[in-house]
């Protein structure tokens, strides 16, 4: 079992629709990461977090650290939100754990 | 501009031979690191590394090795190359107190 869960793994949506995608995960963290994966290969963080939400624009990240849970939601998707969502955790033991990757496709 | 960078972007090569990926970041961090996606795109630590510290997944094989000429640079050297070490390998760097990690390109590696 990984130590960072995602779901769902795929994902299709029309354009405008909410999205969510979460992530579970089992060991004690110093920091939660959510990263996108465009098609063409690049990676970028989008939210690094501990607790509570973050908001950039149209992402929203939230973490509940009793759950041991975070969720990113797009609102108002867009064609060119179409990547792969990652979620990763740096542990308190000074490791890093990547989910298997959510593939999120947006359909005008 | 600021920013990771890494090369060759595309590197093939034959099994048993030995190679580099170099990586260079611009952004005055102070920590890198090196992952690697595999052909499921699982990513997965391979190195953290600043001044003082050297983490070291324990799932990777000795045969890889980074080597950190400055604090702006992170080199890999894989020496005797496997079939299974073909995948895209990520430099990435962040500043101590701040995990968040800017990523370069990536590196294509295909072992034949």
């Known amino acids: 079992k990984n130590e960072v869960e995602q779901s769902p793994q795929n994902l299709t949506a029309q354009e405008g629709e909410f999205i969510t995608i979460n992530c579970s995960y089992s060991?004690?963290?110093?920091?939660l990461h959510w990263l996108q994966q465009h098609p063409g290969g690049g990676i970028v963080s989008l939210f690094m977090?501990?607790?509570g939400k973050k908001k950039h624009g149209r992402l929203i990240a939230t973490i509940n650290i009793q759950e041991k849970h975070s969720s990113l939601h797009i609102t108002a998707s867009h064609p060119r939100d179409s990547a792969v969502y990652i979620c990763?955790?740096?542990?308190?033991?000074?490791?890093?754990?990547f989910g298997t990757g959510t593939s999120l496709t947006v359909i005008p | 501009d600021t920013a990771v960078s890494q090369t060759p972007k595309y590197l093939v090569t034959q099994m048993g031979n030995d190679k580099s990926i170099k990586c260079e970041q611009n952004?005055?961090?102070?920590?890198m690191y090196w992952y690697k996606q595999d052909s499921k795109k699982f990513l997965k630590i391979m190195f953290s590394?600043?001044?003082?510290?050297?983490?070291i997944n324990e799932t990777v094989p000795n045969r890889f090795s980074p080597k950190s000429p400055d604090k702006a640079h992170l080199n890999l050297h894989i020496n005797s190359l496997e079939l299974g070490d073909s995948a895209v390998y990520f430099c990435?760097?962040?500043?101590?107190?701040?995990?968040?990690?800017?990523f370069g390109p990536g590196t294509r590696l295909t072992v034949l």
């Open positions: 977090l501990s607790s």
């Open positions: 990763a955790v740096g542990s308190t033991g000074n490791q890093f754990y």
């Open positions: 590394y600043n001044n003082k510290e050297l983490i």
């Open positions: 990435a760097s962040s500043q101590v107190g701040n995990n968040e990690q800017f």
């Open positions: 060991v004690g963290i110093s920091a």
């Open positions: 952004l005055g961090h102070d920590t």
